[in-house]
């Protein structure tokens, strides 16, 4: 009996989408398996068809190619187990152990979200502060063991009780097509007085994998793509300005940050 279900959103990317599937392969903890397939037209739609993989799968295939976040949200109110864990199809797992670890923190009562990636303190604009960042990528995990803190848990993997994403009423789609999401979600779970952390345990990250037609087919994405990051960034900030700056680290790490960069500062 699965205790847990991955949900995935996926645009074409196939390659990514199978390479993410066989890292499963590996994976001890029994999961569940939900697929939103935001309009495929590369062959997707029939490799889930043919769907070989001793996982329980359930395949939307929409075709509307909507938001991810939308297609995210009607993912994971599909699931009936008592966790989920949004996914993206481009990532590759590649400790077994990887799901155990993260449903071994949401076990503990303090900890309300688990991912892989995440940053222990963000600006009063929103901003991640690189040098807090801490990661399971497999080149070089810079978490320590068994998890670390963070004020934020990026999106590539977000971990979560099935009735506290509903408490705090699901995935905000009024940041549009996908950016902001993970830090919006990280303050609504903090709001509710619990932590947000970041497991121990290495993936890769390929990027792309979850881009609907709307941004990988226009000749201006880039530029396309880096308003709607501004847009989400300032309707975060609207949103959770009454939370920010948010660190997460010891007052003793934070003072040694702030008289270095005082420092620099009088002697540039």
Known sequence: MSRVTLVLCVYNQLAFTRACLESLRATPEPFDLIVIDNGSTDGTREFFQRFGYPFPL????????????????RGWRLARTEFVCLLHNDTELVEPAWLGRLLAALAKPEIGLAGL???????????????TIVHSLAGGPTVKAPWEEVAVVDAVCLSLRRDLMEAVGGLDEGYGFFHGIDRDLSMAVRETGHQCVVV????????????????????????ADLAQREAALQRFVRKWGHRLPCDVRPVGKRLGDWIRAHVVRRHS
């Open 58 to 73: 359930r395949y939307d295939a929409s075709g509307s190619n909507a938001s991810v976040i939308a297609a995210l949200n």
């Open 117 to 131: 990636y995440g940053a222990k303190r963000i600006r009063k604009n929103g901003r991640f502060a690189g040098r």
């Open 200 to 223: 121990h345990a290495p993936f890769h990250h390929r990027g792309g994998g979850t881009r609907t037609r709307d941004f990988a087919e226009r000749p201006d994405r880039e530029r």
